[in-house]
């Protein structure tokens, strides 16, 4: 009898405990930029099934770094239809201006997002595909190159580590990307594939 009110009591503990870390991870997501709000010149949004999950908490928060670091915000969208409704909503920063980083999964369905999206100053500066691994790279590539007919005016690069976003956010920060700047008004749409 003591031994199960100990178990009990354990499984309680256990309870509260996790609790309190997912309360936790939720007010460390928050914190960190996934939330709305706040005067940021720009957003970087990511765009995947991976971005709220624990496992992925490390990744979230140095993009949600960087993003600050250069004067953003980091906005986590599991879905597509999600970013199409953010798009919709009227909800950007100031002149729209947004990175969208999407894993494989996402990145057609968002293409498909931006197909109607007709004002430049809505669309992102630039779409970073998250490969992940070498093995989607190719498959990854083969699309980059027949993206205009998927309605992509962006530039296109894809990203396989946390260095080459830091090193694409660092070079449209400095105002030396293709497209326009971030922060800045000028825009200039051309579709081509950013490597590293």
Not at 10 to 31: F, G, I, N, S
Not at 157 to 162: C, F, K, M, P, R
């Amino acid at each position: 009898r003591q031994q199960q009110k100990h178990e009990q009591q354990q499984q309680q503990q256990q309870q509260q405990q996790q609790q309190q870390q997912q309360q936790k991870q939720q007010m460390l997501t928050v914190r960190d930029g996934c939330a709305e709000g706040g005067l940021e010149r720009w957003r970087l949004v990511w765009c995947s099934e991976d971005c709220h999950k624990p496992q992925h908490s490390e990744f979230r928060l140095t993009l949600a770094r960087l993003a600050r670091a250069a004067g953003g915000r980091l906005l986590c969208l599991k879905k597509a239809t999600k970013y199409a409704e953010w798009l919709a909503s009227g909800e950007l920063p100031c002149h729209g201006q947004h990175m969208l980083l999407s894993d494989w999964r996402e990145t057609k369905p968002c293409a498909k997002a931006l197909e109607v999206v007709q004002d430049l100053a809505l669309r992102p500066i630039v779409l970073m595909i998250f490969s992940g691994h070498q093995e989607c790279s190719a498959r990854i590539s083969q699309w980059v190159v027949g993206s205009a007919s998927y309605g992509i005016q962006e530039p296109v690069s894809i990203v396989e580590d946390i260095a080459s976003i830091e090193t694409l956010l660092a070079i449209y920060n400095s105002g030396g990307g293709s497209s326009k700047s971030i922060g800045s008004d000028s825009m200039m749409h051309a579709p081509v594939l950013l490597s590293f």
